[in-house]
């Protein structure tokens, strides 16, 4: 029987392998060596399973206010889609379900984002009474949250399509199929089946309030949190 200390090494490889921010060459030496190890001291699933229980994890988000959500209704949907986790909105909140790594760099995401458009608002909007004297209304910070909004999901995408197109290998396929089935357990244990709502229209779009989210949002660095050695949710 195995020891503990190859186990752990497994256990250790295969977090590697699921880490968002691994390239297509470190999971391909990282599911390598796994499958020696598992063969050299003979090392089953099942073994596996008993040390090793993978459960996915779940986390909400503050309430939205002060019309945040309109930055998160365009980017939630790149968010879940670059961290491999499911998201959905209750009662004002957003809510991730996936592997531990993954949720917490969804959450980390959200607040990085909103976080970065409400500071950017407020100096845009002290910028434009201190300059210019102008009255700063509800619309234009609304304009100035979809433009930023629209500006971060784009990097998202642009993101994910990296990542995306660096695996082109069966090994990375298999991650994600891995990845949803836990997703599907947690979300059947939480008796959770989600629907579609109608998203909220932001209305007339000012075009320089607009202009500006979106300038400020190319600002933001999202490449930052993520190490070659960390797992996708662990943040530098």
């Not at 503990?4 to 392998?17: Q, T, Y």
């Not at 629907?195 to 075009?207: I, W």
């Not at 949002?217 to 949710?233: H, I």
């Amino acid at each position: 029987m195995p020891n503990e200390d190859v186990i752990e090494k497994i256990k250790a490889l295969r977090a590697k392998v699921s880490n968002a921010a691994s390239t297509e060459a470190e999971v391909e030496a990282a599911a390598k060596l796994v499958a020696k190890l598992m063969m050299k001291h003979d090392v089953t699933e099942d073994l596996l399973d008993e040390k090793e229980k993978i459960e996915g994890a779940h986390a909400t988000t503050d309430k939205m206010k002060n019309d945040i959500e309109f930055v998160i209704l365009n980017c939630w949907k790149p968010i879940e889609e670059f961290t491999e986790t499911k998201c959905y909105r209750s009662d004002g909140k957003m809510n991730y379900i996936g592997l531990p790594h993954d949720v917490e760099m969804a959450l980390y995401l959200f607040e990085l984002i909103t976080m970065s458009a409400k500071r950017g608002w407020l100096r845009h909007s002290a910028k434009m009474f201190d300059e210019d004297g102008m009255t700063r209304t509800k619309g234009m910070r609304v304009s100035y949250y979809v433009g930023f909004g629209e500006r971060m999901a784009t990097m998202l995408k642009e993101l994910h399509a990296e990542r995306q197109s660096a695996r082109s290998q069966a090994t990375g396929t298999a991650i994600v199929v891995r990845k949803q089935d836990i997703i599907k357990g947690k979300m059947n244990k939480m008796g959770l089946k989600l629907y579609k709502r109608r998203t909220k229209s932001a209305g007339r779009v000012d075009g320089n309030a607009y202009s500006a989210g979106q300038r400020a949002a190319s600002q933001v660095n999202l490449n930052r949190p993520f190490g070659s050695t960390k797992s996708a949710g662990s943040i530098k």
